[in-house]
């Protein structure tokens, strides 16, 4: 069974860039949930996506948004970078209606300068 | 509204017993999470507790829920250094969407 991945590990950009995140859920979950860490703190919720769907969103604002792929991964998309989007981009991944398990990635780690 | 809380850091010796406490607001919430991380890594599920349930006992683990109070602890038997990490309680608040607290750093001393 592989266990959730992200790419990449770390990122560094500049403000006003725009960047991509990868999950790959863990072999026979349908949900993925992105979360940010900000240093020192616990994770925030970003959204969720299950079946290709927006499926909830945290307190984040229209320019972080997400994909999900038919073979439930997903991606991570931040526009307009801002200092405070410095961050580690954990996602998550569960087998909706079935199991409140949810495996975490290793992150990505996020530096905007 | 939904506030996890946490107190900040714990400080064992090896051997002893680590309680460590999280208190969550939302009476709603169905199943209360506890994460362990280790610098530099993601999040590693521990155990979780069903909200009907008082305790739940997992090997080294043992996690107490008080529903009446919102307090939720877990209690980690003859901790090890390797066990030094922080700590994350969570509460789900619907949709799988976890809110998690303000961590737990303990530190573990041979």
């Known amino acids: 069974e592989t266990g959730v991945t992200q790419s990449p590990t770390h990122l560094i950009k500049t403000r006003g860039q725009q960047v991509t995140l990868r999950c790959s859920s863990q072999s026979g979950h349908n949900t993925v949930s992105w979360y940010q860490q900000a240093l020192g703190q616990g994770p925030q919720f970003i959204f969720q996506y299950y079946r290709e769907e927006e499926n909830g969103r945290g307190n984040f604002p229209p320019r972080f948004s997400g994909l999900q792929f038919p073979n439930y991964s997903s991606e991570l998309n931040v526009n307009a970078l801002e200092l405070d989007d410095s961050a580690l981009y954990l996602c998550a991944s569960s087998l909706a209606g079935i199991s409140y398990e949810q495996y975490f990635g290793p992150g990505t780690r996020l530096t905007v300068t | 509204g939904e506030d996890v809380e946490q107190s900040l850091f714990l400080s064992v010796r090896e051997g002893d017993s680590s309680v460590i406490n999280c208190t969550y607001t939302?009476?709603?919430?169905?199943?209360l999470y506890w994460y362990k991380q280790e610098p530099g890594a993601g999040l590693q599920l521990l155990t979780y507790i069903f909200s009907n349930m008082d305790m739940k006992q997992d090997q080294r683990l043992t996690v107490l829920l008080n529903k009446k109070d919102k307090h939720l602890s877990l209690r980690i038997a003859d901790t090890q250094t390797g066990d030094s990490a922080i700590y994350f309680c969570a509460e789900n608040t619907g949709f799988q969407k976890l809110v998690f607290g303000t961590g737990t750093r303990l530190l573990v001393s041979p």
């Open positions: 939302d009476s709603s919430s169905t199943y």
